[in-house]
């Protein structure tokens, strides 16, 4: 049987053998799909030796996406782009093929819960590697303006500078942000530690659409916030995540599953409906 998995580090919790493995079923296609979690200084080993063993691919997520990217043969244009890899596909020709299927997952799951991303105006918040992997595919859609805020304010530059050949996109302090933004993008890593990036509350009204990257079995620090301050549409990461899933098996087997069922048999897994 085909062999794919989750290589991350802790991954005990990962999401992702279920999401596959209901994919699989939909769609009938003969697939085992596990999780490793390599010492932080073993993974290039494990990873060469599941292909070495027959692996056909895996996804990868924190904290080895940026090593997958230095260890792959060949990268597609949007992991190059990401700078960062989470899924490896062996091709027929035995190459191993880095993707970056994340800002896709993102863009779909928005587009999924109705968010007009053409002719918009989108705040981005966050610097890292979250961020980095959502630029390109969210300034293909064609924003009227994209604006990066950031804690570090020059990451924010970086970034601007890096994909401003892409779009209209351009960095912005915290206190700079004016005017009416119609979707906020948190890809910060605050709501982790139940913290909350230093957003002016006059800038949320009750037509904007609020995404977090995070997710959780209740809403996230930032979506509670923003709920308070009269946003009425908010939606969190779990959808982004079953959304790149797709992509990744859509990368290896050549057909899309379909993502609304799953999506809610994993909300009903993890007790949110
Ligand atoms: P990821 O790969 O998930 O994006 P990362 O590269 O560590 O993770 O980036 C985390 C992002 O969250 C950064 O933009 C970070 O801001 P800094 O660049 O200033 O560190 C941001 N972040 C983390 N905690 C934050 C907080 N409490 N308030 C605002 N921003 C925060």
Request: aromatic content about 6%; hydrophobic content about 45%.
């Amino acid at each position: 049987m085909d062999r794919y998995l989750v290589f991350g580090h802790p991954v005990r919790h990962s999401k992702s053998p279920f999401i596959h493995t209901l994919f699989a079923r939909q769609t009938q296609q003969e697939l085992e799909y596990g999780l490793a979690e390599p010492a932080v200084d073993e993974f290039a080993h494990a990873l060469r030796t599941f292909f070495d063993q027959g692996g056909k691919g895996c996804n990868v997520t924190v904290p080895f996406k940026e090593q997958a990217f230095t260890l792959v043969d060949c990268l597609s244009p949007r992991a190059k782009r990401a700078g960062a890899v989470n899924t490896i596909k062996l091709t027929d020709d035995g190459v191993l093929l880095g993707d970056n299927t994340d800002g896709a997952g993102l863009v779909a799951d928005l587009k999924s819960d109705g968010v007009t991303l053409g002719d918009s105006r989108i705040l981005l918040l966050g610097a890292g590697g979250a961020a980095r992997g959502a630029l390109a595919p969210l300034l293909a859609e064609l924003p009227s303006e994209l604006v990066i805020a950031n804690r570090t304010h020059a990451k924010a530059q970086q970034l601007a500078a890096e994909f401003c050949d892409l779009g209209p996109v351009t960095a912005q302090t915290y206190e700079q942000l004016a005017g009416s933004f119609d979707l906020v993008i948190n890809s910060t890593s605050a709501s982790l530690q139940g913290a909350l990036p230093p957003l002016a509350p006059a800038l949320i009204h009750t037509d904007i659409a609020i995404y977090d990257m995070m997710y959780g079995a209740s809403d996230t620090a930032f979506i509670s916030w923003a709920k308070q301050h009269g946003a009425r549409q908010t939606m969190d990461g779990l959808g982004m995540l079953v959304e790149q899933a797709a992509e990744a098996f859509t990368v290896w087997r050549g057909i899309r599953p379909g993502t609304k069922q799953v999506l809610r048999e994993l909300k009903r897994n993890l007790g949110v409906i």
